[in-house]
């Protein structure tokens, strides 16, 4: 099973943006599909952003609900990391963000906005 590590959190505040990346161990899979999600206390886990990719070929970013016009979704293959870079910050960003491939989850990491 793939694991996955988040990094990139941190304490900023509102209107900072912030890179957050997502690194896999093993190779990068030749078709794919990794999300990025986020939990703050007492809220459902949401999805943020999405990059798919087949046969190895150009990859397919989405941004999905609130973050969408503030957030890029982006992969490299030679540091196996998926990239997810979100500007305008506020403090309703506060959340753990995680990454998902498949069955694998990361432990997140911990983004707080203040105002």
């Known amino acids: 099973q793939v694991r996955l590590l988040e990094s990139g959190g941190g304490m900023v505040q509102a209107g900072s943006s912030l890179k957050l990346s997502c690194t896999a161990s093993?190779?990068?899979?030749?078709?794919?599909?990794v999300g990025w999600f986020r939990q703050a206390p007492g809220k459902e886990r949401e999805l943020l952003a999405r990059i798919a990719w087949i046969n190895r070929g150009t990859p397919m970013p989405e941004i999905i609900g609130s973050m969408k016009g503030r957030a890029n979704i982006s992969k490299d293959d030679v540091a196996n990391t998926v990239t997810f870079e979100m500007n305008g910050l506020q403090p309703d960003d506060t959340a753990l963000y995680i990454c998902?491939?498949?069955?694998?989850w990361g432990q997140g990491t911990q983004v707080t906005v203040s105002s």
């Open positions: 998902n491939y498949g069955q694998s």
């Open positions: 093993g190779p990068t899979p030749s078709t794919a599909v």
